[in-house]
């Protein structure tokens, strides 16, 4: 079926870009992902988004989700595989099937950086997670990791703390980058242990789980869960064979308006390059409305 807009993404980008389509009378398909994934889903307990004292990520994008139904947006929980162009239409492959359309909102978001210290992949699931607020209750009254030093990383001890006996924060460098109020709160917390110039050298394990990690000083940390938060990774395959322009980071170039170097296809979010790449719930949703602006309007001119 040919859309006016198909908007890759139902995080906090992709889901306002489909408010603001819906509003403007467009034909839209959002593609939002299988499932509970994506920073916005992710994150708990909220409490910068203006309007809301505090929120959890799940229950702001059920609100996102029935604002854009209820402007007209058919929203689809799927996959897409790939996208491509021909003349001034595209095509997104998803599950041996494709829809056409004339604009593109690409918002698909981040993937978690992994750290790179061997056996990562093996023991992810065995003691190893990205996500917190998804995994953290399977730790309780457990001693625990997180590594980073930003936000999502202090954010996520806090989470941690509720749950289990004891968090370290293990930090490369000698200070925190998070903001403020969450450093304030992870270093008056007494469940947490900040280790500053620190990083890990090696995973113990006992019968194929996470039994400790090993620092570069030789210092041997016993854990049983270690949660990663250095950061994420566009998600951006999907779009490797169209001629988009990206930083050098990978997040795609776009200007103020979300237009990137393509004819027809924006971007916002988290995947992009938008506010500077200052990646926040607010900044997400804020480019995926300016993105469908632009959307709008590039398609008004080319309907002429
Ligand atoms: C732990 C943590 C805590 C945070 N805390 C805060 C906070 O307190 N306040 C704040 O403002 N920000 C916070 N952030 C940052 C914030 O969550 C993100 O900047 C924001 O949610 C990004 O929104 P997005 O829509 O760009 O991406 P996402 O919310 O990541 O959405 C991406 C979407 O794309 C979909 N997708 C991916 N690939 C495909 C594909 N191939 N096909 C179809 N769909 C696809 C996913 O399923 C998902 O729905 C936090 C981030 C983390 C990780």
């Not at 593609?31 to 505090?54: K, R």
């Not at 930090?171 to 403020?180: D, H, L």
């Not at 210092?219 to 949660?227: E, M, Q, R, Y």
Request: proline fraction near 2%; charge should be neutral; include cysteine.
């Amino acid at each position: 079926m040919l859309y006016d807009t198909i908007i890759i993404g139902g995080g906090a980008a992709g889901l306002s870009a489909a408010l603001y389509n819906g509003r403007y009378g467009h034909k839209t398909l959002a593609l939002i992902g299988e499932g509970f994934e994506g920073s916005t889903m992710e994150t708990w307990g909220v409490e910068n988004y203006p309007g809301y004292l505090s929120i959890n990520g799940t229950d702001l994008i059920e609100v996102l989700k029935k604002q854009a139904q209820n402007v007209g947006a058919e929203l689809k929980e799927k996959y897409i595989h790939h996208i491509s162009k021909k003349g001034k239409i595209f095509s997104v492959h998803y599950n041996n099937h494709y829809d056409e359309a004339k604009t593109i909102i690409y918002a698909a978001g981040t993937m978690r950086r992994k750290l790179g210290v061997p056996n990562e992949d093996i023991l992810k699931g065995k003691g190893i997670s990205y996500c917190a607020t998804c995994d953290g209750p399977l730790f309780r009254n457990k001693l625990v990791g997180v590594v980073g030093g930003g936000d999502s990383a202090a954010k996520a001890a806090l989470i941690l703390a509720e749950y289990t006996e004891k968090v370290y924060i293990i930090i490369r460098e000698e200070s925190f980058t998070a903001e403020p109020i969450n450093i304030q709160r992870a270093s008056e917390n007494p469940k947490i242990e900040v280790l500053f110039n620190s990083h890990i050298d090696e995973f113990i394990e006992n019968n194929g789980m996470l039994a400790g990690a090993k620092l570069h000083t030789g210092k041997i940390i016993d854990l049983v869960g270690l949660f990663i938060e250095i950061g994420g990774v566009a998600n951006t395959e999907p779009i490797k064979k169209l001629n988009v322009e990206y930083t050098k980071n990978g997040y795609i170039k776009v200007d103020c308006t979300g237009e990137t170097n393509l004819a027809g296809f924006f971007a916002a979010g988290d995947v992009s390059d938008a506010f500077g790449g200052f990646k926040q719930i607010i900044t997400a949703a804020a480019g995926g409305v300016v993105a469908s602006h632009s959307a709008h309007n590039y398609l008004v001119k080319n309907s002429k």
